[in-house]
Nanobody
Framework: VQLQAPGGGLVQAGGSLTLSCTAS????????MGWFRQAPGKEREYVGR????????NYADSVKGRFIISRDSAKNTMHLQMNGLQPEDTAVYYC????????????????WGQGTLVTVSS
């Protein structure tokens, strides 16, 4: 499975940006998809995920209430709507895929995209 997520960029603090990720290849056995991010000089951290069939979502506390994950099943595409962006949200954002329920529950993706840079200026 390949994950492609263009769409990063520069945004001012308080602004919004939406990232999209499209999965191609063997996608029919995906349990869910999600996002991680890695800020400069920091470890990669979990952002959120969505269960593909139910559409239920889960978020890290740091983004809860500001970020929204949605999916378009027909297009194998997931979206990350980021609102109220702050400089601390500056990071490379990685699209991820979970191939089964166990990996999904463990927040342990089976596939990773290449990452897209989001920069939030103060």
């Amino acid at each position: 499975v390949q994950l492609q997520a263009p769409g990063g960029g520069l945004v001012q603090a308080g602004g919004s940006l939406t990232l999209s990720c499209t999965a191609s290849g063997r996608t029919f056995d995906s349990f869910g998809m999600g996002w991680f991010r890695q800020a400069p000089g920091k470890e990669r951290e979990y952002v959120g995920r969505i269960a593909w069939s139910l559409g239920s979502t889960n978020y890290a506390d740091s983004v809860k209430g500001r970020f929204i994950i949605s999916r378009d099943s027909a297009k194998n595409t997931m979206h990350l709507q980021m609102n109220g962006l702050q400089p601390e949200d500056t990071a490379v954002y990685y699209c991820t895929r979970y191939s089964n329920r166990a990996l999904y529950a463990a927040k342990n993706p089976s596939s990773w995209g290449q990452g897209t840079l989001v920069t939030v200026s103060s």
